[in-house]
């Protein structure tokens, strides 16, 4: 993963700060800054906060930060030594001022910290894709997702808002995604890809307006 280290970050000779793990797991730069750009134009005006539920070494976050879209970014992250690269990473890139970080379990967070400020918050989560199949199967079975199933994740961050974009394997099950559909609009899944290859899919859920 080595070699992609400026699809990752631009700014990797500047001092950005990896763990093992992020080097498979962070979002490249292109790819999140594409997907903030479609979440900030299609998000209900009157959302003004982003909630990143998983937010690693920072990647989503810091393109969520920058986008400009938001009145604040508040990142969720429950590994101790990720969370300091986040912060280091978000200031690299000068958007440290924008972010509230939390450092715990993303689902406690929410319900403890973060409940006032569903009404005017969109939720991205990009889950671990842990699980039999993630790499195998031509289709992935997100009820067997691990940690954290599809149904999981759907019914705790609804306590929330339902306005959700989840970050998922490019081979996720769209028959169980469109089952957890819960208004009458139609979900938006969205492949985003690098060199003309997916690397991830994204599932609007909720209100969100043309992309």
């Given at each position: 993963?080595?070699?992609?280290?400026?699809?990752?970050?631009?700014?990797?000779?500047?001092?950005?700060?990896?763990?093992?793990?992020?080097?498979?797991?962070?979002?490249?730069?292109?790819?999140?800054?594409?997907?903030?750009?479609?979440?900030?134009?299609?998000?209900?005006?009157?959302?003004?906060?982003?909630?990143?539920?998983f937010a690693g070494v920072g990647g989503n976050t810091i393109a969520f930060a920058r986008s400009?879209?938001?009145?604040?970014?508040?990142?969720?992250?429950?590994?101790?030594?990720?969370?300091?690269?986040?912060?280091?990473?978000?200031?690299?890139?000068?958007?440290?001022?924008?972010?509230?970080?939390?450092?715990?379990?993303?689902?406690?967070?929410?319900?403890?910290?973060?409940?006032?400020?569903?009404?005017?918050?969109?939720?991205?989560?990009?889950?671990?894709?842990?699980?039999?199949g993630y790499r195998t199967d031509s289709v992935f079975d997100l009820t067997t997702m691990q940690?954290?199933?599809?149904?999981?994740?759907?019914?705790?961050?609804?306590?929330?808002?339902?306005?959700?974009?989840?970050?998922?394997?490019?081979?996720?099950?769209?028959?169980?995604?469109?089952?957890?559909?819960?208004?009458?609009?139609?979900?938006?899944?969205?492949?985003?890809?690098?060199?003309?290859?997916?690397?991830?899919?994204?599932?609007?859920?909720?209100?969100?307006?043309?992309?």
């Amino acid at each position: 993963y080595y070699h992609q280290r400026y699809d990752l970050f631009s700014k990797y000779d500047e001092g950005i700060l990896m763990t093992d793990a992020a080097w498979y797991g962070v979002t490249p730069e292109p790819v999140a800054n594409k997907v903030a750009q479609h979440i900030s134009s299609a998000a209900p005006i009157s959302k003004a906060i982003l909630i990143d539920c998983f937010a690693g070494v920072g990647g989503n976050t810091i393109a969520f930060a920058r986008s400009g879209r938001w009145k604040r970014v508040y990142a969720i992250e429950q590994d101790e030594a990720i969370i300091c690269c986040g912060k280091h990473n978000a200031k690299l890139y000068g958007v440290d001022q924008k972010i509230s970080w939390f450092h715990g379990d993303c689902f406690e967070i929410i319900k403890n910290d973060l409940a006032p400020l569903g009404q005017y918050s969109v939720l991205f989560a990009s889950p671990p894709w842990g699980g039999p199949g993630y790499r195998t199967d031509s289709v992935f079975d997100l009820t067997t997702m691990q940690p954290y199933s599809l149904e999981q994740l759907l019914e705790s961050f609804r306590r929330l808002t339902r306005d959700i974009v989840l970050f998922l394997p490019r081979t996720s099950n769209l028959h169980q995604l469109a089952k957890e559909n819960d208004t009458s609009k139609r979900i938006k899944a969205i492949h985003y890809c690098m060199e003309g290859a997916s690397k991830a899919m994204c599932v609007y859920y909720g209100l969100f307006g043309a992309l």
